[in-house]
């Protein structure tokens, strides 16, 4: 018996779908040898993983919370991936939106909601979108590296959050704690079922990017310049604008996140002294977008999905006692199962037995 | 002042050794963005082995064979399954990530075991065997049978498969060992640098020494003047006051100054004058996968 | 040291040590030499036979029961247009291919070659058509990779030596310190040959070795391949048109068509026509009719136009013409010499470094790449499949590649894909493109189709202008028919037509004027009344004549 490989010519739906399907339960597996190193049982593991994410109310909230996040950051990885842009600098535009949306905030804390929080949405947007802009300019007009100019501005916005937040600085607690201000009861997200409005924020960009990406002329122009930038030149379309939209569109989405993280879920509203935590959060948009194959419909359920896993981890982790970071690790493993099965998505496995 | 310019020396050892892996990696037409998560996972796990064997010598090996082993997993993903590079590197930062997190919370703290490898005049003697390395890879890359046909691989595969050279095998020797200098970096990091876990204790440096290995046009000798030029901006970042004629801002926006001058420099080597050499001097089939006929 | 390298350097006066070396059987390391299997062959040897080579692809037998074989001080070419299966039948020999049937004997040893590396180790070397050096490295870097013998530390001076003897010996001329990116085409070549030589190749194949040569190159090469048959080399050329170096430099000829073997002759038996009858298996007749079309005005005005190459060179060295409507305009030459760089100018994908363009007497010199689409300029790219198309679009969104920007085909910034569907099945009916419909996507196109989607969503641009880039390269006979006969079409609707040609053939039966380019600059411009073969065929080679 043999194994043969060949080379795909397509790829259905279905056949991508059964490949996902199966790199996530390879990381189950993985996963699952970790959790019975620790000594615990695999599957209660994972009995208490989507009972807690998807049946316990609260399990429920904290999925959504976190879903929201993942949905902004994947979308914001999305957008310039098609484009042929490599944007790691989700979190750097998640920080820089917190501020800016904080800075409205705390300037006019009496403005009615109405008025306050569309004005910090937009804030939060355009700061983003700055942030993104710049490495789009770059990548644009002088085609330097937008992974490393991203993730240097990342860290640079890090250090930017710090300057405010801690002691002396403008947005720092009053009332002394590490943290910063807390956010003006008037600009906290309104909820719905506890779940904060931004939800539908969230999914509506991912309808919107989806629209965009197959009807609109500047999608189809974003498209052609992520499969084959030789022939956009070609066909007349600018390198340098469609850079600069997606990255500004990517980074005004991870901006809105800022929003979303820092205001919109219930018990924070307020960056607190471990914000990067939540911003390193950002960073697990890419697995969302790989996963969904560059499709903003399919990052809805996908970061869903993951971050219910993510929850899930965290509840495994208080209730067995397992090690802290527990949802990261599966995702970082999650990730190289999904990575590696690219593999099977360009071939096709053959069993062949002797003598055929 | 002279623990100043002791202390940039050692930042300069920090980012040598992890971007004369990657040069070495980039040599051979293989682009592993993920340093900064092979650095991490190599801290942490030699950080922890020391802590709980008290050996500086095992930790110090665990890490180098950590950096070896995701190199070698890059290799796998990137060379045989043939998955982009930036992906896989990417994946493998993103695993470091959160594989670090997870392993190391329980290990905050100092190690309490003094560095390794002491102090010779103030200086680690990394620095030193940082320098030997740099020597060594230049010397393979430029004086030697095994360099040439690492380089022409990094040109174009086809070419040297048909002269008789076995590519595949060449890129994973390249990833091995730029993994294992990656990993020695964070070894170093560890266990002589600065002896405390903390949450991100590369804080970046891994995408500096990505960012160098572009600038430093792939040539050892120039990526030798570019981590002690990095390695020095590092340090007057954190101690400010020695920069003459810059006015007092908070100590944050200091922090800010390593990243802007390596967006900066970056910037400068993509604008029309330094294009052209730039292009010339990089391997032509970098980040391209190659597929076999 | 194996014992061709030994006849190699044996071949060569070397210095006494090298010779010390040799004649004891030693390597550099003092290792026993091994045996290949073409040492010691003498003039009349049969040094490669293949017999009943097979092989297919999916839908295709590319060779078809081929006979052949080659002696030793031999040229014996290989002859047969583009798909006669001359290609697979080298890349066999050569190691790079697995055959399907058939048997290939090495000096009357069976040899089965899994890599070219095996081919190599029998003695066999080729000289490919798109270059296969590296092109950062010098020459004699290139030539010394993968040698077995080059020792661990790189030592430049011994190989330089016997390189440089070798050059000599045939008459190369190479800069062995230069790099590869720096020479030209034919200095490439050389550097190929000795690459394939010092490597002890005692059987040298050579793929389409004068398609990028001028004619006098062309001449140095024969020259030093008789040189290299006299030293009891076997060579073997492959070749598509250039007929006249077939019978000016063979021993033999043998002809492939449709991957049969169709005709073994003696090259003093043979003629010009009777070859390309065998090729062909028909007279051959260029079936395109030159269209006359009354001529309009002016619609192109091309000012002195400079233009930099890739590698910042100036390419394009003040070239000034103008385009009337209703007329082709063809440039003839090889190519490197600023066609491409005038093409892609004309168009907007390279800047203009001096000179002046004007369209319809508007300066469009400096107008962007969409401007010109607007107004009706279009262009076809050489690349087809790097530039031309995407891949992994459908044909409906390759076919929006040309339109997306109409105002019919997008309002508000959304486009109406129903239109634009229903225009690329008209124009994949109307041009014949082969494919089950519309939605398949361009990479399962062959590239023939894929020429006649670009053409079909080019013309139906109706553009006044339009530059076509080697419109027909890699075609086979009956697309560039196609091709070539809807471009005359397009003269009717008073558009004016650039037409870049590598095929000396194809742009004097095209064009109704042509201008001869080289090196970057245009050496006459003639009515295609006035011109003959030859006389633009040396001017192709820089010869300026006086009318």
């Not at chain 3, 440089?164 to 200095?187: H, I, M, P, T």
């Not at chain 3, 007749?285 to 136009?305: H, P, R």
């Not at chain 3, 000396?504 to 003639?526: C, H, N």
């Amino acid at each position: 018996m043999r194994i043969k490989l060949e080379r795909r010519i397509t790829l259905t739906r279905l056949d991508w779908f059964r490949l996902t399907v199966l790199s996530i339960i390879i990381a189950f597996i993985i996963l699952s040898i970790i959790i019975a190193q620790a000594g615990k049982n695999p599957l209660a593991g994972f009995k208490e993983i989507f009972s807690y994410a998807f049946g316990t109310r609260y399990g429920l909230l904290l999925t959504f919370y976190r879903g929201i996040l993942l949905i902004f950051t994947t979308l914001a990885f999305i957008l310039p991936r098609r484009a042929g842009i490599w944007n790691i600098g989700a979190p750097g535009q998640l920080y820089f939106g917190a501020l800016a949306m904080l800075g409205v905030a705390l300037a006019f804390p009496n403005l009615p909601s109405i008025v306050l929080i569309p004005l910090m949405l937009i804030a939060a947007a355009l700061a983003g979108g700055i942030l993104g802009g710049i490495a789009g300019f770059l990548k644009g007009w002088w085609d330097v590296n937008e992974i490393v100019v991203t993730l240097m501005l990342n860290n640079i916005a890090y250090w930017l959050v710090m300057y405010f937040i801690m002691e002396g600085g403008p947005f720092a607690d009053p009332f002394g704690t590490p943290d910063s201000a807390t956010v003006p009861a008037l600009a906290k997200a309104p909820l719905i079922f506890n779940v904060p409005f931004t939800i539908f924020l969230a999914i509506g960009l991912g309808i919107f990017l989806y629209f965009l990406l197959t009807k609109t002329k500047i999608g189809y122009k974003i498209r052609t310049l992520g499969q084959n930038p030789a022939s956009a030149r070609y066909a007349g379309m600018s390198a340098l604008k469609l850079s600069l939209v997606v990255m500004i569109i990517g980074g005004a989405i991870a901006g809105l996140a800022g929003y979303h993280e820092f205001a919109g879920v219930p018990g924070v509203y307020k960056i607190t002294r471990k914000f990067a935590e939540r911003g390193d959060l950002a960073y697990y948009g890419i697995i969302c977008g790989l996963i969904a194959a560059q499709s903003p419909l399919a990052a809805i359920p996908a970061a869903l999905f993951i971050s219910g896993m993510t929850v899930g981890g965290t509840a495994l982790q208080r209730r067995l006692g397992l090690g802290y970071g527990l949802d990261l690790l599966f995702l970082g493993v999650l990730m190289l199962t999904i990575i590696a099965f690219e593999f099977f998505k360009r071939h096709k496995v053959l069993w062949i037995i002797k003598g055929d | 002042m002279w623990y100043f310019v002791v202390s940039c020396l050692d930042v300069t050892t920090l980012l040598l050794f992890a971007s004369i892996g990657e040069l070495l990696n980039q040599r051979s037409g293989v682009l592993n963005v993920g340093i900064e998560g092979l650095m991490l996972a190599s801290v942490s796990l030699s950080f922890i082995t020391t802590k709980l064997t008290g050996s500086f010598l095992l930790g110090f090996m665990v890490g180098m064979a950590t950096g070896s082993v995701l190199g070698f997993l890059h290799g796998f993903l990137s060379i045989t399954l043939k998955v982009d590079q930036v992906v896989s590197g990417l994946g493998i930062w993103i695993f470091a990530l959160g594989f670090t997190t997870y392993i190391a919370a329980p290990y905050a703290g100092p190690l309490g075991m003094g560095t390794l490898g002491g102090r010779i005049f103030g200086i680690s003697p990394f620095f030193f065997i940082g320098i030997a390395v740099v020597f060594v890879v230049w010397a393979i890359l430029f004086k030697t049978n095994l360099g040439l046909k690492i380089r022409s691989v990094g040109e174009d595969p086809l070419v040297a498969e048909v002269s008789g050279i076995k590519v595949e095998r060449l890129r994973y020797l390249c990833v091995i060992i730029g993994g294992l200098l990656g990993g020695l970096s964070g070894a170093y990091l560890a266990l002589s640098y600065s002896t405390i876990w903390a949450f991100n204790p590369t804080m970046g440096r891994g995408w500096i020494a990505l960012a160098l290995v572009f600038l430093s046009m792939w040539k050892p000798w120039i990526l030798l003047g570019g981590s002690l030029l990095f390695g020095t901006v590092w340090q007057l970042a954190l101690s400010p006051e020695l920069i003459p004629l810059l006015p007092t801002l908070p100590l944050y926006f200091y922090r800010m100054l390593p990243f802007a001058v390596t967006i900066v420099v970056m910037i400068l080597i993509s604008m029309e004058r330094f294009r052209r050499k730039w292009g010339l001097a990089k391997p032509a089939a970098l980040g391209l996968p190659y597929i076999k006929e | 040291m194996n014992r061709r390298t030994k006849e190699v350097y044996e071949l060569l006066d070397l210095p006494r040590k090298i010779r010390n070396d040799v004649s004891r059987g030693r390597n550099g390391k003092g290792r026993r030499m091994q045996k290949g299997p073409l040492e010691g062959i003498k003039r009349g040897d049969t040094v490669l036979e293949v017999r009943g080579i097979t092989k297919s692809f999916p839908g295709v037998v590319a060779n078809d029961n081929i006979d052949f074989e080659i002696k030793a001080g031999e040229i014996h070419a290989i002859l047969g247009e583009n798909g006669a299966g001359k290609t697979t039948l080298m890349n066999i020999i050569y190691g790079l291919l697995k055959l399907d049937g058939g048997e290939i004997y090495v000096r009357g040893k069976k040899a089965n070659f899994k890599s070219p590396l095996d081919a190599i180790d029998q003695g066999i070397g080729m000289v490919h058509q798109h270059r296969r050096l590296i092109p950062a490295h010098t020459v004699l870097e290139n030539i010394i990779l993968g040698h077995p013998e080059t020792k661990r530390i790189i030592d430049m001076k011994t190989p330089e030596v016997v390189v440089k003897k070798l050059c000599e010996k045939y008459g190369f001329k190479l800069d062995l310190n230069a790099r590869v990116w720096q020479l030209s085409a034919a200095e490439r070549q050389m550097a190929e040959i000795v690459k394939a030589l010092y490597r002890g190749a005692k059987l040298l194949i050579l793929d389409e070795p004068t398609s990028v040569l001028t004619p006098i190159e062309t001449e140095k090469l024969m020259k030093s391949l008789k040189v290299m048959a006299k030293d009891e080399l076997a060579i073997i050329p492959f070749i598509t048109h250039k007929l006249p170096v077939v019978l000016e430099v063979s021993d033999r000829v043998t002809v492939l068509r449709r991957g049969k073997v169709v005709a073994r002759l003696m090259t003093k038996d043979a003629t010009m026509r009777s070859l390309a009858r065998s090729m062909v298996g028909r007279d051959v007749a260029f079936k395109v009719k030159k269209l006359k079309v009354k001529t309009g005005s002016q619609i192109l005005k091309v000012e002195n136009l400079s233009a930099l190459s890739d590698k910042g060179v100036l390419a394009l060295r003040g070239i000034s013409f103008s385009v009337r409507e209703g007329e082709i305009f063809g440039i003839a030459g090889i190519s490197g010499n600023g066609q491409h760089e005038l093409a892609e100018a004309l168009m907007g994908l390279r800047k203009a470094e001096g000179g002046k363009v004007t369209f319809e007497d508007k300066d469009i010199t400096n107008s962007s790449i969409l401007k010109r689409w607007k107004t009706d300029i279009a262009y076809i790219p050489s690349e087809r499949v790097e530039v031309g198309t995407v891949a992994d679009f459908s044909l409906v969104d390759n076919v929006a590649l040309n339109f997306y920007f109409e105002p019919e085909f997008c309002r508000w910034g959304i486009l109406d894909y129903k239109k634009i569907r229903k225009h690329t099945e008209k124009a994949i009916s109307e041009f014949g493109v082969v494919c089950p419909n519309a939605d398949c996507h361009a990479k399962n196109l062959s590239g023939g189709n894929l020429q006649k989607l670009i053409l079909a969503r080019v013309f139906s641009r109706m553009p006044r202008l339009l530059i076509a880039n080697l419109p027909t390269h890699g075609l086979d006979v009956g697309a560039i028919e196609f091709v070539c006969n809807e471009l005359q079409q397009l003269k009717k609707g008073k558009a004016g037509i650039v037409f870049i040609s590598e095929d000396l053939d194809e742009v004097l039966t095209m064009s109704d004027r042509i201008a001869p380019i080289y090196e970057g600059k245009f050496v006459d411009i003639i009515p295609a009344e006035e011109a003959n073969r030859e006389d633009i065929g040396a001017m192709m080679a820089g010869v300026h004549l006086k009318r």
